[in-house]
């Protein structure tokens, strides 16, 4: 009762204010012509916009003033505002003041108080225009939706003002008609204005970028149809998009924003803000009191755009849910709101069916009614559309920004990690992190939707099932609920596959990144299929797992697509068998099929859904377990400014970590104390712990006890030169500012003048990854370089001599490390083999056993006659009298105790060859330090291979780099006013050498010139050579058939039409139900019972087919039964194709990369080709049989469905058909844009990949140049140039959806209205099938195109694989005419006019070669950089293949044999020793041909049988990834036993020994003496006095044999240029 009577007093208030009923149903609803009454129209559909204004206004307004003052100016937009408002304003007001004095005359009282208050609501909405122009508010939503609600609600008012006009009724005075319509004109133009962006302010204009993304000036209409992307839709179609045509990233979605979110959330959770403030704690009790770890310093990041690795304190786990949360929670729910509100409308559709359905059955319900239910629909369906395609844009673009902060925290974790973190976390796992696990984490947001949405669909479509077939539903429910064990099964099951597989694909991508990073070895060893063969060992199991995987999910698809059809089913038969009263007619059937419709999408969204959580679930465990991994202590290093030392370890204790944490490797008890400018050298035996003492200074050891403090700016010089794939100037200045004198001093100093002579572009010649088109020397040189231009007080130098020839080493050390160098006033401490150069040094550092066991100046430490004086000893054992007194001359003199020395000396060498054999003999096999890093079994490994990724952050104060300029200041300057004699000799040397130069310039550089370098600068065309990495181009136009032919030709064509035949026939059951459906309820019989009043049995048509029930659930039945089988038919042949097709094109790939020429590798950066491999591949194993297999269901549903609408209402063809013209056109359009875009992104990702690559090899380096913020800022740089393609792809997809749901929307409603207007010929349940099918068609169409788009997307990754398939190859490793086993028998190799380039269009490196080597002769070849040494080795390996001429073995053309029957048949021991993840045996015999007793044999050969029998595991000791847990000088020797073991007539040293220690250089070169007698070596030499007992001496310059004789010739001829380059070395 109380509620009647609220409604009466209700009714009672409005009736008073109008003098007439508030409301008529009769006169509104049930009438041939609709009257709503004037109450309604001047009361409620008034008041409800000024209402909806007033209240926003409370919230609205204050927003406003909060904003900083920003004017808009006045523009077209602004002044048509302001006039139409003031144009209502005055409107309003006559009609309020007419009001006023009309009011007791005509007016009843709602007629005035609703033009009072339209009159204060206008006023409102002016002063909101106003405020709003002052504050930068261009597009306001809140006067948006209050213009469209006037709109809305005056329209009844509309349609009875001219209904009373059109009848002459006088009900409604001429004033009020007259102001009506100006205001609703008015109200229709304040409408359009809206919809309309205004100017941007000058603030705004400012933000603006020169390629700003349109939707920042879009409106709020554009911005809901998305019409502001329809312009890059354009230009795609007209032109093939490039990155350039992109948008710039919006702010707030950029890769710097999504970090600084992230780490915000982790500061938060540290209880430290997200202000950075940790950063900046000072104090040095605060060093060693807190542990901290680095992080990035966010403070003003937002201004500024800046991001900065700092320390914070480490107090809890990383959370990567928190991160994602922080990013994702308010966009979460704003679009969870968003989805909710479309699927509230998205269930209006049911009723309004109902009310359809309800209308056609009924003949007496008026026609307009129908109408209004066919209008109904469409609005609800674009509703539907609008606000689904905003919470897509929402998920999606908060998707990408996920993933963006994921991979900016893998790789600033990178930068961190401990030894032990980075030992278990390989370059291939890492990558996998950022380009999978990140993408899969950002992936699955989306799918959390689905997960809260698909629980409350299927409820709410039960409840409403309920309504309609009442407790028969609970059948349905059961099967439901029988779904939910057999899921939680296959859930299982799927996550443990999934993990396994993913542990696969790591393993695989590993083995890949080694294979290519490698490959050079693998060709010189004629290795490359054993190792190919593991990589598909490791693949074939990948396959396996995905094969089960794929079953699983075919099941898992297979009974939730079932699933609907199966409640559908139990339902209607529970529901006819539990009654005879029971009538399932049109509306009840067609309803309920709707709302299963409704249903089944979550159902069927369930196994992507979970199948994708499975793949979070292990993505997430695998992000989390990183992002955890230990750290190196940032305070390891501090700084003391009250110190007056510039380096000093105080009883320091370091270890390099090995499993579990444990130390594998020490340095104890170290004191050290380094003065400003102080020359410092660190020397010992191998394994002493040299390398690690420069590790230990820079913070790259765990520190366990003790202090070290450096005072001053770091630069390290890396034992192994690591160089990036950049220009030769970029190397060298490294981010600083170019100063043309202070660069060319720095060039000249390093010896790279003579190398920029000859490189094609000069100094802009670019250098490939890891610097591979130059030689070791060059690589060090430059490295050197960089150093010293880096101006820094301290320089960390590991043996930079050793990779560089004798000359060039006294060179470098005269004029850039030793007293009278550029470096002179600096601090230098320098690890060295080289003892030459110790007398020259302030102080010398004896290291043995990890201990420092002397240190003195030369002269105290020679006299003292401990340890240093037995290396002393050693060292000049292995040199001739003559060579001592050359080498060290008059130092010795004054040396107490020297004379005893060499008394001792003397007395060896009377043991000859003997004493040098027990010498040799006596080699501890202990590992070296250089590059010490933590190995398994307690083995050191080499820090030059950055298997220490750590992050050395220390608080310094910068100032401290003042207090030593004085001692720096014109230290260039006083270097080139004092260079010495030996730097003018080795000048003239190599000036002469040079003579071929090849660069391309105006002027030549000359020793005064230094206009030279400005020249090349400036110059706009690119040199000749100049650039060896080409920028990866993308694919542009339609994708060719060529690439659908090799992916249907790799799937199997027979599977591919089998599978389409049985999913079509799934379809074809499908709608044959639903007819059968249809049939039965128009021929039911209807029950009196059932039959309402205004319901006639003679509005059903008697042309439908009446049969029983039974034979209906029959039928039924059998028709769920035929879809079933073809289903499971279809996607079984599906998936297994496309796994089928992934392992044929991943073998194809692998294969073809192998036999691509060294010219591939060199051009191509091992980035963008491990992107083929991970990213590519992956494409093809996980996202395109998802995609396929969508494709060939979805194309089949939208056939069949257009054929039962246009079947079932055959005029709806007419429609249809061009709704379907106009579908295509849109498609077509699309597709272009959103190919392309594809590509662009595949194109802009590998850059990314590359450069983390490169940072991770040379972290390290990074860290002690603290250069980690600027290679971050270049990482967040291109993630961003990335995310440009991925953010226009969105747009793009929205813009398809809102456009292409709209098309579908249309045919719901031909259909519907088709149904209205012939009701009396059509039956209710053919106009039911109909628009169901309709009310399908719309999500089918979207579904359609961005299924087709997104195959056509994805199958760029076959493109982009079959791009390296279709390579041209190099020669063939086998022909039919091999030479014989034992071939070569002799070793004789000749060149007859031999000449080689490495890459057509360069200019040649050997020039008309012509010599002969004799059998068992061994010949040194020596020359200077750039001369032709190793192009001589690779020529012999046919690396590089012949320009003209040719060489042969044994009187065979080696051009005419294969290259494994060439490469299998000669050895090398090259000059970088690469060693492979795996087992020593493996390592040495990949193909597993030689016994264990052959393999021992040549380890003891190789003097490392002691070593190996002391592994626990011995011959199947592992290997780590590059060989880091084996010393430099072991990894070297493993190569040796590599050339023992295959024991050929013909060994090359190519630089063999340059990097290694006197002591592994002497073991080589015995064991090369003994074991290779009877073999033709050729060796290239820095160390010149290694070669000084071989046979003949070739000399090299410029391409050219210049002299080629016994050492003994050449030595007498005192112009030779073999003299001379000994008399640079001090050896004559």
Known sequence: MGSLGATTIHHDFFSSLCNEPFWNVSAAWNTEVPDFGRCLERTVLVWAPCALLWITSLFYLPSLNRRPKDLVPWSALSYTKVMVSVLMLVTVGVEVVWSWVERRLVLVPADYLASVALLLTQGLQVTLVVVGRKHGE??????????????????PRLYTTITYTVNGDPRVPATLIATFMVQYLCSVAMFVTNCISDVPSQLQSLSLTRNSSPMLNASLLSRLFFFWSASLIQHGWRHPLTLQDLWDVIPGYTATSAYHTWQGSLNRERGGGDDGREGGRGGSASIHSEKTKPSVNTKNMKNKGNVAITASPRTSQVSVLSGVCAIAKWPFLVSLFLHIVAETFNFLTPQLLSCLIGFITNNTEPAWHGYVYAVALLFTCELTSLFKNMYFNIALNISIKLRSALMTAVYSKALRLSGSARRESTLGQIVNLMAVDAQTVGDTFLHIYAMIMAPLTILVSLSFLWGRLGPSVLAGVVVLLLIIPINSVLVNKSKKIQAKAMSFK???????????????????????????????????????LLKKLAFLQIINSFVFNFTPYMVALASFSTYLLVSEDNVLNAEKAFVSLALLNLMRIPIIQMPTVISQLIQASVAVTRLQKYLNASELDPMAVCSEPSMPSALKVIDGQFSWEGENGEASWSLKHVELEVQVGQLVAVVGPVGAGKSSLLSAMLGEMKKNAGRVVVNGTVAYVSQQAWLQNASLRDNIIWGQPFELKRYRQVVKACGLQPDIDMLPAGDLTEIGEKGINVSGGQK?????????????????????????????GRHIFNCVIGPQGVLKGKTRVLVTHTLTFLPQVDSVLVLKEGQVVEKGTYTQLVASGGEFAQFILQYLGSMDEDEIEEELGEQLEEVSGMEHLLHQVSLRRSFGNIARENEGGRRPHTVSETDASPGSNGIPTTNTHHSQTTLSTRSRNQS???????????????????????????????????????????????????????????????????????????????????????????????????????????????????????????GSRISSATISNATDVSNITNNNVNFSR????????????????CLFMGLLMVMFSVLRAANVLH??????????????????????????????????????????????????????????????????????LPIMCLYCFIQHVFVATSRQLKRIESVTKSPIFSHFSESIQGASIIRAYKKQDKFFKESLKLLENSQKSLYANIAVNRWLGVHLETIGNLITFSAAILGVAGRDSISPGIVGLSVTYALNVTSQLNWLVRVVSDFEANIVSVERIDQYI????????????????????????????????????????????????????????????????????????????AAGGYIDIDGINIAKIGLHDLRGHISIIPQDPVLFSGTLRMNLDPFGVHSDAELWKVLELAHLKQYIASQPHGLNNIVDEDGSNFSVGQRQLVCLARALLRNSRVLVLDEATAAVDLETDQLIQNTIRSQFADCTVLTIAHRLNTIMDYDRVMVLQAGTVAEFDTPAALLSQTHSIFYNMLKDAGLV
Request: glycine share 6%.
């Open 506 to 544: 790591d393993k695989r991508v590993k083995m890949a990144s080694e294979i290519v990073s490698g490959i050079k070895v693998l060709k010189l060893y004629a290795w490359e299929t054993s190792f190919a063969s593991m990589v598909e060992e490791v693949r074939d199991k990948e396959i396996s």
């Open 1147 to 1216: 073998h194809n790939l692998l294969r073809n990369i192998i036999c691509l020429p060294m010219s591939f590798f060199d051009t191509n950066p091992s980035g963008r080709i491990i992107n083929r491999f991970s990213k590519e591949i992956n494409v093809l194993d996980y996202i395109l049989p998802l995609t396929l297999r969508a494709f060939v269901s979805i194309i089949s549903t939208v056939v069949m469905t257009m054929v039962v609408i246009i079947a079932a209402t055959p005029i709806a063809s007419v429609f249809i």
């Open 780 to 808: 060090q040189r430059v490295a050197l370089a960089r150093a010293v231009y880096s101006d820094a007080s301290i320089i960390l130098l590991d043996d930079p001599l050793s990779a560089v020839d004798s000359h060039v």
């Open 138 to 155: 261009r597009n306001s939503v809140v006067l948006f939706l209050f213009w469209l609600l006037m709109v809305m609600c005056g329209l």
């Open 960 to 1082: 401290n780099h003042s207090n030593y300029t004085a001692t720096e200041t014109n230290s260039f300057s006083t270097f080139v006013s004092n260079e010495v004699a030996p730097t003018q000799l080795y000048d003239k040397v190599s000036i002469a050498d040079s003579t071929t130069s090849t660069l391309s310039r105006v002027t030549a550089i000359g020793e005064a010139d230094l206009g030279a370098y400005d020249s090349l600068n400036l110059n706009s065309s690119i040199a000749k050579g100049q650039i060896l990495v080409e920028e990866e181009t993308a694919e542009t136009g339609k994708i060719s058939r060529h690439v659908y032919l090799i992916y249907g030709r790799a799937m199997g064509l027979l599977f591919v039409v089998m599978s389409f035949i049985f999913v079509a026939l799934s379809q074809a059951c499908n709608a044959g139900s639903n007819v059968w459906l249809s049939q039965w309820s128009s």
């Open 1110 to 1125: 039974d034979i209906f659930l029959a039928g039924y039945g059998m028709f769920g039964i035929g879809q079933a089988f």
């Open 1366 to 1441: 279709q390579l041209e190859k190099e020669a063939a490793w086998q022909v039919a005419k091999k030479p014989s086993s034992s071939w070569p028998a002799e070793g004789r190799i000749t060149f007859h006019n031999y000449e080689t380039r490495y890459r057509p269009g360069l200019d040649l490196v050997l020039k008309g070669i012509s010599c002969s080597f004799k059998p068992a002769e061994k010949v040194g070849i020596v020359g200077r950089t750039g001369a032709g040494k190793s192009s001589l080795t690779l020529a012999l390996f046919r690396l590089i293949e």
